[in-house]
Nanobody, 124 residues
Framework: QVQLVESGGGLVQAGGSLRLSCAAS????????VGWFRQAHGQEREFVAR????????AYTDSVKGRFSISRDNVKNTVDLQMNNLKPEDTAAYYC?????????????????WGQGTQVTVSA
């Protein structure tokens, strides 16, 4: 069992930045690829970014490329999502998720463990 806890959400003006962090307890996060997903009110959960176990592969959804950056620290057992130049359409609950598989996937059901989410609100 892997328990994931997100932090770093909040309210920010358009053009601002936030850094989300995902921490794991009880098991090392380095055994998993980690993805960030988001879910806006009334919308389906969508893929945002993913980082492989050794951070040699990263993937982003098109709408965040050049603005968001995913990274991990396998010593601290954390995965971060740096979000710059935020836009109102980035407003959503953001979730981190862990995948024990090695094939890059953007499908939520492929991820075994999920955090409770952290809210990001971007005002115009």
């Amino acid at each position: 069992q892997v328990q994931l806890v997100e932090s770093g959400g909040g309210l920010v003006q358009a053009g601002g930045s936030l850094r989300l962090s995902c921490a794991a307890s009880e098991r090392t996060l380095s055994n998993f690829a980690v993805g960030w997903f988001r879910q806006a009110h009334g919308q389906e959960r969508e893929f945002v970014a993913r980082i492989s176990r050794l951070a040699n592969t990263k993937a982003y959804t098109d709408s965040v490329k050049g603005r968001f950056s995913i990274s991990r620290d396998n010593v601290k057992n954390t995965v971060d999502l740096q979000m710059n130049n935020l836009k109102p359409e980035d407003t959503a609950a953001y979730y981190c998720a862990a995948d024990s598989g090695t094939v890059l996937t953007k499908i939520p059901r492929d991820y075994e463990y999920w955090g409770q989410g952290t809210q990001v609100t971007v005002s115009a």
